[in-house]
């Protein structure tokens, strides 16, 4: 049995299975309608969504599956201060799987540590989003006919936004793939990613705040909303909200082909005008990511069925160390003081095993 964490729980040839059967679920939907009879997903959402929660609950459905599950932490037993493992214990003797999303980074890996059931990271505060990951990439492999050999950027949130490191983590694997970074230097990308990923793979890749300067070289944009929940200070929001505003007018030097795409919900960095020009694919990717979750769902539930033994869910075994707090205050550690603390060590560096935030020893 194997939960989803982060995208790179799963290899390439994985993420390519995953999309050719949603290929397959969307060329013949019919064939999976009753596939998932008498299986039940719970839905466990500390944090509030409109598309995520109810594109697992419309997988779920199509499959001829059930769900049972809550919408915000205020409706569950958090609000009585019950643990993140405790809530994943319990709703693990009533639900087949499991898709959780929560504010604190983290917490889902606290959650799959204590589950008998598979977890599906649906989002944790700024740290990965797979499933989101995987819509992206269903929806790029769909427009641009490949995964590789291309241009992105990225523009926005690239400090918080969670769905720009996981997408990037999964694109650093496939060939000759050129990322653009396009954010205020207050929103960059963080030391983490740009360290750990992109200088250790050797990724091209380049910074910049200048949208249209870039826009040029780009096969696919990926626009991100400036998140006002990320920020501790609403005048530092305030004042990067408006960074970027994508508009007719900036798309004019873009290429014909263009995919651009956005995780939404978004607020106003993607003009209402821009809905109706056909490099706009912000909606076909909320239709993707029912059909890839409808395949991931599929894939685990098969995985627990033929082996119901959890799977390790680090590659290596995170350790204790007396004495060591994560410094991060949105980790899962900073606000259930019940979790171990557990680290990574390697190459003189230490990681939260959690939230991958590094320790000053």
């Known amino acids: 049995m194997r939960s989803l964490m982060d995208i790179l729980d ?3 040839e994985e993420i390519d299975g995953l999309i050719a059967t949603a290929n397959d679920i969307i060329a013949d939907p019919e064939k999976y309608q009753d596939i998932c009879a008498h299986k039940k997903l719970a839905t466990l ?3 509030p969504s409109t598309r995520t929660r109810l594109s697992f609950e419309s997988a779920m459905l199509s499959l001829g599956g059930s769900v049972l599950g809550f919408s915000a932490a205020a409706n ?4 009585k201060g019950e643990s993140v493992a405790d809530t994943a214990r319990t709703v693990s003797c009533y639900a087949d799987i499991i898709a959780m999303r929560h504010p604190a980074e983290g917490a889902p890996f606290a959650a799959a540590a204590a589950s008998s059931v598979p977890i599906i990271n649906a989002g944790d505060g700024g740290h990965f989003h797979p499933t989101q990951t995987l819509t992206d990439l269903l929806t790029i492999s769909r427009e ?3 995964l590789g050999n291309m241009t992105v950027g990225f523009c926005g949130d690239l400090k918080y936004g969670r769905t720009v490191h996981s997408l990037l983590n999964a694109l650093s ?3 000759n793939v050129k ?11 963080p030391d983490y990613l740009r360290e750990g990923v992109l200088r250790q793979k050797g990724i091209l890749w380049e910074e910049t705040a200048d949208l249209e300067g870039a826009m040029p070289q780009l096969d696919v944009l990926y626009m991100t909303r400036i998140q006002r929940e990320r920020f501790s200070d609403p005048e530092q929001y305030n004042r990067l909200k408006d960074s970027y505003i994508l508009t ?3 798309l004019a030097c873009a290429k014909p082909d263009l995919a651009i795409l956005h995780p939404l919900p978004r607020v106003n960095e993607i003009a209402v005008e821009v809905d109706d020009d056909p490099r706009a694919c912000y909606f076909k990717q909320v239709l993707c990511g029912k059909f890839i979750r409808m395949a991931l769902i599929l894939k685990l539930l098969d995985e627990a069925k033929r082996d119901p033994v959890p799977a390790p869910l680090y590659a290596e075994t995170p350790v204790r160390i007396e004495g060591a707090v994560c410094p991060n205050p949105r980790c899962i550690t900073s606000e259930d003081g019940r979790i171990p603390r557990l680290f990574h060590k390697k190459n003189g560096v230490c990681r939260c095993a959690y939230c991958e935030t590094q320790l000053s020893l």
Request: hydrophobic share 40%; aromatic share 14%; proline share 3%.
């Open 10 to 12: 799963l290899s390439t």
């Open 248 to 250: 007719l007018d900036k």
């Open 179 to 189: 990322m653009v970074f396009i954010s205020p230097r207050e929103l960059a990308l």
């Open 45 to 47: 959402f500390f944090e």
């Open 173 to 175: 694997r496939y060939e």
């Open 76 to 79: 569950s037993s958090a609000s």
């Open 144 to 146: 641009k006919g490949r």
